[in-house]
């Protein structure tokens, strides 16, 4: 009876040390190589982003940001874009483990690039659908080329601000494995909001405003008015 109970106890020991390695092995490739690494079918499924793009090409390859990644913003970026690039970043590392280094001037590989053009380009066309004029409209995009060397996000101030969110969109669904893409998106009118009741029950505290405000900006809203 003595030495059944002792096989029984060692075979319990051994199945808890054995979940445990698993568990501990997934927690350091998720930590390691990036979040959802270890489902590499995930990454070939489509992603949902919102607002949907008015352009998006998926191509071959993925870019995997790494330890050695840097942020680059171009000399055109002002403080504001400096500002927003630190709090990318914070969101960055809450969505992948990295946190690239954040610097100025000409990037390389391997890099996410920032570069500020505030002149329309040839893809900047109003359709019918649109109600503003470019300057309100076309102010707010912006162009996101992901390639497995680096990614380039080109656009006015407040446009760049939007491809950031959208690279925040795309590793919460992939990981620090992002796809191969080409985006180009603007939004449709000049403002875009959230209407909050805050009258009616708990009134919420400013710091749980600061962190709606965030997910606003996840999905490109501009205006919060609290009632």
């Not at 350091?28 to 489509?46: E, I």
């Not at 998926?58 to 680059?72: P, W």
């Not at 893809?123 to 390639?147: F, S």
């Amino acid at each position: 009876a003595g030495r059944s109970t002792a096989e029984a106890a060692w075979k319990r020991m051994k199945s808890g040390l054995r979940r445990q390695g698993e568990r501990t092995g997934s927690h350091f490739l998720r930590n390691s190589t990036g979040k959802n690494l270890m489902d590499r079918n995930k990454r070939r499924k489509p992603m949902i982003l919102i607002p949907q793009p008015k352009k998006a090409e998926r191509r071959d390859g993925e870019f995997t940001i790494g330890y050695g990644s840097y942020l680059v913003l171009d000399e055109s970026c002002g403080p504001l874009l400096t500002k927003q690039a630190m709090l990318f970043l914070d969101a960055l590392e809450e969505e992948t483990g990295y946190r690239p280094a954040l610097t100025r001037g000409k990037g390389r590989d391997g890099d996410i690039i920032l570069r500020r053009e505030d002149a329309l380009g040839p893809e900047d066309v109003l359709g019918p659908e649109d109600i503003l004029g470019p300057e309100d409209v076309l102010g707010q995009g912006y162009t996101l080329e992901i390639r497995p060397e680096g990614i380039i996000l080109t656009g006015g101030e407040k446009g760049l601000w939007h491809g950031m969110q959208t690279i925040l969109q795309m590793a919460g669904q992939q990981g620090a494995v992002l796809p191969a893409m080409s985006i180009h998106d603007r939004p449709d009118i000049r403002n875009r909001g959230f209407y909050h009741d805050v009258t009616r029950g708990r009134v919420p505290k400013l710091d749980w405003l600061k962190k709606l405000a965030d997910r606003m900006a996840r999905y490109k809203l501009n205006q919060m008015q609290l009632y």
